[in-house]
T-cell receptor, first 113, second 112 residues
């Protein structure tokens, strides 16, 4: 079964810490995405990547960066975590082309204290 | 800009029907629909690629009106397993790298 795996289900970090969220997919998908999910706001796109070492900003990139050194791995980095970054973070991947849906990971619930 | 979904929440009895609407302020290339159960990842339901296209599987179907920049999801004779939050994800990408902007979701609860 195809999978998108996020390294942590729950994470608690302190304000100002550098935080790494990892996502790995085993489907050889070209495209990978990071979303954050907040009540009432749905899923908002932070960053996405359509190829190794390529990245594009989404709708809310401020305070985040990403890294994609290998095709199967896409990392989200919070340079200096703040309490307003407390959220559920979802990683997704897809093949290239308009006819393909996304496969999501189970999410990482990040709490910044 | 995020698409607007309506209603925000709906409660049904088993066997009843529901319609969820999704409206975008931008031209759409396609529309995705996903369902997310509590504590789980969103799961892909279907994509509509062309204006006027209708699709469905089981008793869940959808339509896409490209000109109106709208899509609707139809749940017929709902089952308990249909409960969850439904998201539409219009593709408004202008470049070759396609990305989705999701609505805030519609919470569907099906009661026995």
């Amino acid at each position: 079964d195809v999978k998108v795996t996020q390294s942590s289900r729950y994470l608690v970090k302190r304000t100002g810490e550098k935080v790494f969220l990892e996502c790995v997919q085993d489907m050889d998908h070209e495209n990978m995405f990071w979303y954050r999910q907040d009540p009432g706001l749905g899923l908002r796109l932070i960053y996405f990547s359509y190829d190794v070492k390529m990245k594009e900003k989404g709708d809310i990139p401020e305070g985040y960066s990403v890294s994609r050194e290998k095709k199967e791995r896409f990392s989200l980095i919070l340079e200096s975590a703040s309490t307003n970054q407390t959220s559920m973070y979802l990683c997704a991947s897809s093949l290239t082309g308009a006819a393909y849906g996304y496969t999501f990971g189970s999410g990482t619930r990040l709490t910044v204290v | 800009q995020q698409p607007v979904q309506s209603p925000q929440a709906v409660i049904l009895r088993e066997g009843e029907d529901a319609v969820i609407n999704c409206s975008s302020s931008k031209a759409l290339y396609s529309v995705h629909w996903y369902r997310q159960k509590h504590g789980e990842a969103p799961v892909f339901l279907m994509i509509l690629l062309k204006g006027g296209e209708q699709k469905g599987h089981d008793k869940i179907s959808a339509s896409f009106n490209e000109k109106k920049q709208q899509s609707s999801l139809y749940l017929t004779a709902s089952q308990l397993s249909y409960s969850g939050t439904y998201f539409c994800g219009p593709d408004i990408s202008s470049g070759s790298a396609r990305q989705l902007t999701f609505g805030s979701g519609t919470q569907l609860t099906v009661l026995p």
